[in-house]
């Protein structure tokens, strides 16, 4: 007995069920690539994490004339600098390695080339000295090493559709190949006597059959690989041959028939004698004749079992057809890759900081984009021209036009989107202090339909988002210097009128980074005060920088005697990049940062990092996975196998205040 017009919700839930019984609701499996173009709009299997740091050294940002920044210190208008060219200053293009000794790039407009003698030079790539009339700031001009991303960093998430962006980051990155998602076969096969090939001379009751063109463009569109068969004639026995054969070679066949309950109902005929029916009729209209079922392939066993796929009697149609595909296909194909696919408008969000932007130019701003109770945020992400990761990380942009000199925080602004605005709602959004462990956190939500999105503004700017209400969590590691307890204090200062949740996430050890071999022999904070050592610190607001400044306290050192307390970096690899390409000697950040880099560490202090949750949120559906994933022990173990850290109070909740 034929099943009749159940409703659209059983359909689908009758299709899952019976592709999970057959192992076939997950991805299908993956096939490593070579990087290059034809890889474009594939689909990520496996995450991409950078094996070398872009760039990978110091390069020249601008053409002009590497220099030491100190020897321009007394350079002005009036009192101008001659430079020597070969032992002061050496000239390098836009993209140069910056040359050993050099921390500063003076652009070319910005000097007067001279001859010997003071003459102005005719080559003014080639003089013998250069005039200044301004002195540099260290490293003004350059891109230092890791400035895009650095090693063992995060580059893409598996389930990311790979972009023309994608692509550059994942070579910048040091990455020669790509494990991708393998593509759904999908077979359609129409049938029918009256149907004609397209070309064919059209007479009465004859039909030009196209359904299979449409349904094989849906399905390449949709990331699958199509396979369009012949026409086959109304006969019984000739489908079920080639939808036998065809099994062996398909992941999903579509059967273009007649579905009704009438002589020739060949779709459901097939279906039940090569395997079993599933659904006859979905209560949705157009597209109610719609066949689903399992077919058995001949000869392949998965386990024990024989081998099944599925199959979909679509209907004859032209708009049924196409709506049984958006309906049925589409959705299998993005679980089969891992993805959705949907369009997005243009949408409006409210700007989380203020930014600055040039006057003369339209500009087009890079954002990160989140819903936060009934707010759409957008996160502004770096602007540098040579930052290929904040396209990476981009949910879309924001035209600021020419005449506009910034936006203030705050203020409403038309996002063009990268990503479906349903993906949005499915967004959490951190800010706050950065941690190692994020990267890993987003890769695990991205397997249980969640994005996870960070910005690392330090411990206090993420209380202060939540206050603002553009966050859902902040990751926090303020240390009270009075009672040495983390974050309680801060929290009540400024979330007095937020009631949060605070929970333990990792216990952490900070320490000196430093070279290999320790070739300034640092063993403690006091080296810091030496001459003869530089620094590279964290931005103000980050925990890291509030540990120091109370270490310093304790030991009566002033700051202004530690060279490179005002060079900042916002997170714990950027400090490592700093530290291992040669800008400083130390910086003060996690072990796992040092071992990511090949550093050396000093262990100094035991912190906790917490996460800070407002507690609408974290009775919210959306933090489910998130909070479920602190007691995963795959995950645990994970973040346990990082140096310096331990997880054995994960997701403990220490307070609530509020």
């Not at 001009?141 to 960093?153: F, L, N, S």
């Not at 299998?332 to 243009?346: A, C, F, K, Y």
């Not at 007691?631 to 173990?637: I, L, T």
């Amino acid at each position: 007995m034929y099943l009749k017009d159940i409703p659209l919700q059983e359909a689908q839930n009758r299709l899952r069920e019976a592709c999970s019984q057959a192992d076939l609701w997950g991805l299908l499996g993956s096939v490593e690539l070579p990087l290059d173009e034809t890889v474009n709009g594939r689909v990520l299997a496996e995450p991409v994490w950078a094996k070398i740091s872009s760039p990978h050294y110091h390069a020249a940002a601008m053409d002009g004339f590497a220099v030491q920044a100190h020897e321009t210190e007394k350079a002005s208008p009036s009192t101008p600098l001659i430079l020597e060219i070969g032992r002061q200053a050496i000239y390098v293009d836009t993209g140069d390695m910056l040359p050993d000794g050099m921390d500063a790039v003076i652009p070319i407009e910005q000097v007067e080339s001279l001859d010997r003698g003071g003459q102005i030079s005719v080559d003014i790539r080639r003089p013998k000295e250069i005039r200044v009339r301004a002195a540099v700031p260290p490293w003004s001009h350059v891109r230092p090493m890791g400035e895009d991303m650095v090693a063992t960093q995060l580059v893409l998430p598996a389930g990311q559709i790979l972009r023309p962006v994608d692509l550059g980051a994942i070579a910048a990155s040091g990455n020669t190949s790509v494990i991708v998602a393998r593509k759904p076969r999908i077979a359609i096969i129409p049938t029918g006597s009256e149907l004609i090939p397209i070309g064919a001379p059209v007479t009465a009751g004859s039909i030009i059959e196209y359904n299979s063109l449409v349904l094989a463009g849906q399905v390449n569109q949709w990331g699958g690989e199509a396979m369009r068969f012949p026409i086959v004639a109304d006969d019984l026995e000739k489908i079920k041959q080639v939808v036998a054969n065809t099994a062996k070679e398909a992941d999903l066949i579509l059967l273009n028939a007649g579905s009704s309950a009438g002589s020739e109902d060949y779709s459901a005929q097939v279906v039940e004698s090569l395997g079993r029916l599933l659904v006859h009729g979905v209560a949705v209209r157009p597209g109610h004749p719609v066949i689903i079922g399992m077919v058995t392939v001949n000869g392949e066993t998965t386990g024990v079992n024989p081998r099944q796929i599925p199959i979909i009697g679509v209907p004859g149609y032209p708009v049924s057809a196409a709506l049984t595909g958006e309906i049925f296909v589409r959705p299998l194909i993005e679980r089969w890759l891992g993805l959705q696919l949907p369009p997005s408008p243009v949408i409006k969000a409210t700007l989380t900081r203020k930014v600055t932007s040039p006057a003369g130019d339209d500009d087009y701003m890079r954002v990160a984009v989140g819903k936060v109770g009934q707010r759409i945020v957008a996160a502004p992400l770096s602007k540098g021209a040579g930052v290929i990761t904040s396209l990476v990380r981009a949910d879309g942009f924001v035209i600021i036009p020419k005449g506009t000199q910034g936006l203030s925080a705050g203020r409403e602004v038309e996002v063009q989107p990268y990503r479906p605005i349903a993906e949005f709602g499915q967004t959490i959004f951190a800010i706050g202090s950065h941690d190692l462990t994020l990267d890993l956190l987003a890769q695990y939500l991205a397997g249980k339909q969640r994005r996870f999105i960070s910005a690392n503004v330090g411990s206090l700017g993420g209380l202060l988002a939540l206050k603002r209400g553009e966050a859902h969590v902040a990751g926090s590691h303020l240390l009270d210097l009075q009672t040495g307890e983390y974050n309680i204090s801060y929290i009540k200062q400024y979330l007095s009128d937020t009631p949060v949740f605070l929970i333990a996430f990792v216990d952490r050890k900070q320490g000196l980074l430093i070279k290999r071999g320790n070739p300034k022999d640092i063993h403690t904070i006091q080296d810091l005060a030496r001459e003869d050592v530089t620094f590279i610190n964290r931005q103000r607001g980050a925990g890291t920088r509030v540990l120091l400044d109370y270490q310093l306290g304790l030991l009566g050192i002033l700051s202004e005697n530690i060279q490179g307390y005002q060079q900042e970096e916002f997170t714990h690899l950027a400090v490592a990049a700093a530290v291992a390409s040669g800008r400083a000697d130390c910086g003060l950040g996690v072990a796992a940062a040092a071992s990511a880099l090949d550093l050396d560490f000093v262990p100094l202090f035991d912190e906790r990092y917490d996460l800070v949750i407002p507690r609408e949120f974290y009775e919210d559906d959306l933090l489910a996975p998130f909070l479920e994933l602190m007691g995963n022990q795959a995950f645990r173990q994970e973040v346990d196998a990082m140096e310096g850290y331990n997880t054995r109070r994960m997701g403990e909740v220490i307070a609530k205040i509020g």
